[in-house]
């Protein structure tokens, strides 16, 4: 079965690293919360997110915009960064199997620093035409004294 496209997904992380053999390593990958022992604002010294955008070969190209925004008070108050997928190597990917029948891109945004100016939620978004696709969220949050 295979699944249905487009479709993509992000990761948080402290940082990333690129391995030899075509490796990427995530260090410090966040699930669904972040807890800062400091006050907000706070200024956190490198954050990344890796955004994945799978698509199957048979699919339109469209042009894909991502777009990472702050939501603090259910209001959209910080757009962090918006870029664009090069989709014009997907053209030229070539096919590591016969069975290959998708296109990914993946792309690494590193902030440094990453200023929050208060508790919030994290959300990265895809927009593919007219399209929009959620990727994910991370809330970010100050931590609570045990």
Known sequence: MNPRTPFGYALFCDDIRREIGNKTSLLGLYSAAAFFEAEFPIS???FCVVVN????????RRPIKVRVHLESDG??????????IP?????QALRQSPADDFLQAMIHIVLTPFVVERPGKLKVRAFYGDDEYRLGSLRLLKATEK
């Open 44 to 46: 956190i010294p490198k």
């Open 53 to 60: 955008w799978i698509q199957h070969r048979d699919d339109e």
């Open 75 to 84: 209001n959209d108050d910080q757009t962090v960064i918006e870029a664009d």
């Open 87 to 91: 989709i014009e190597g997907f053209d």
